[in-house]
């Protein structure tokens, strides 16, 4: 196997991203944390619990949100389960709630099991037949007075098409719906705003471009509808002040804080942050660059090799990622696994080939990706 340490040929930042020196920042963070837990002293939680905030704010930064609307969560699915379950039953009772095809199907199997409690339709907008990604038109066509909540997907993972966010939230105003957005696969990469156009709700994970770890999620909620959330999963660090034990005087926090619950989970927050760090000391268009570069060599490449691309081919329409369609012919596990025996680390999801270069990726990775794509197919 072909030893490719150096990340050069890794174009996998759709799943897990990669940084200069990452395993090292790692290894510190969880040593210091170590450090601070073991300690036989009384400083371990305000040492963790600083560390959240800084994690916290790190996110707010990437939103470019106001202080107090941003709060950890495990995952994707946890931050929209958390969000609407807190929701006023008239919000969704009785009405639709609509969201794409091509959607994270986590949160989708999350929907489906909530629709039949909370009493709301989950409408999904189809993909038209033989297309990668759900239309916008079609998506809008759907969308109507009867959507109490549309849950949007700013980039699919299966074809990196990218919604056009305004015209998009513009409609929804009109309809008077709640919209939430997942930008799970831009972040990091493509400048997001949640003024810009104005949001509802907005959910992440710290993993893919941010090159965080697992567990370390984000959920941002607007100031106008925080104070209408009142989430069924609840504990004392949902109050203003936690040390608040009067079990008659509950009262939720203000702010994103009524989405917290028990005794906050800090590891994932405190290993992520290191890459947060970095990232927030990167030069961000030259990051979009580099992508945009390495973006357009595969595509000649793949054109080359005259496969179907699964993604769209303008810029703007699409994340960092390439996706294209493997003949039926050559098995994309197989594949895979052959790239890996070079050093070349993608994926696929059925046929699709994922692929996205990052900050670690070079021109001579993808030049071996190529060469290795037309070695194995041709």
Request: net charge negative; proline share 7%; charged share 20%.
């Amino acid at each position: 196997m072909t030893d490719q340490s150096d990340g050069s040929r890794y174009f996998l930042y759709h799943s897990i991203g990669q940084y200069p020196g990452k395993a090292a920042d790692l290894a510190r963070s969880m040593a210091e944390f170590a450090g601070v837990w073991g300690r036989p002293d009384d400083g371990q939680w305000p040492a963790v619990l600083g560390i959240r905030q800084r994690f916290i704010d790190r996110w707010r930064g990437i939103l470019k949100a106001p202080e107090g609307s941003v709060t950890t969560a495990e995952s994707v699915t946890a931050a929209v389960s958390s969000l609407i379950t807190a929701l006023p039953p008239d919000r969704l009772r009785g009405k639709r709630l609509l969201i794409a095809a091509d959607c994270f199907p986590s949160v989708h199997f999350l929907l489906q099991g909530l629709a039949g409690p909370m009493g709301f339709t989950l409408d999904t907008v189809p993909l038209r037949q033989g297309a990668h990604w759900v239309e916008d038109e079609d998506f809008l066509a759907s969308w109507d007075e009867g959507v109490g909540l549309a849950l949007l997907t700013w980039i699919s993972s299966t074809s990196s098409h990218r919604i056009a966010l305004e015209p998009l939230v513009a409609h929804g105003r009109r309809m008077g719906s709640l919209i939430g957005v997942d930008i799970t696969q831009g972040a990091g990469l493509l400048p997001f705003d949640v003024s810009a156009p104005e949001v509802d709700f907005a959910v992440s994970t710290s993993l893919k471009w941010m090159c965080g770890t697992p567990g370390a999620g984000a959920l941002y909620v607007a100031s106008a509808l925080l104070p209408d959330c009142e989430p069924l999963l609840r504990g004392w660090f949902s109050q203003d002040d936690p040390f608040r034990w009067d079990l008659d005087r509950f009262a939720f926090a203000p702010d994103a804080r009524r989405f917290d619950h028990g005794t906050p989970g800090v590891m994932a927050a405190a290993a992520s942050l290191p890459a947060l760090d970095w990232h927030a000391a990167q030069d961000a268009p030259a990051l979009l660059a580099h992508n945009r570069s390495l973006s357009a060599r595969i595509l000649d490449g793949l054109d080359d090799l005259g496969l179907t691309l699964a993604s769209p081919r303008a810029e703007d329409q699409r994340g960092g990622s390439l996706m294209v369609r493997l003949p039926d012919g050559r098995p994309a596990p197989a594949l895979v696994d052959a790239l890996r025996a070079q050093g070349i680390h993608c994926d696929a999801r059925g046929q699709t080939l994922r692929l996205s270069p990052g900050v670690m990726t070079t021109a001579d990775g993808v030049a071996a990706l190529i060469a290795a794509l037309t070695a194995a197919l041709r």
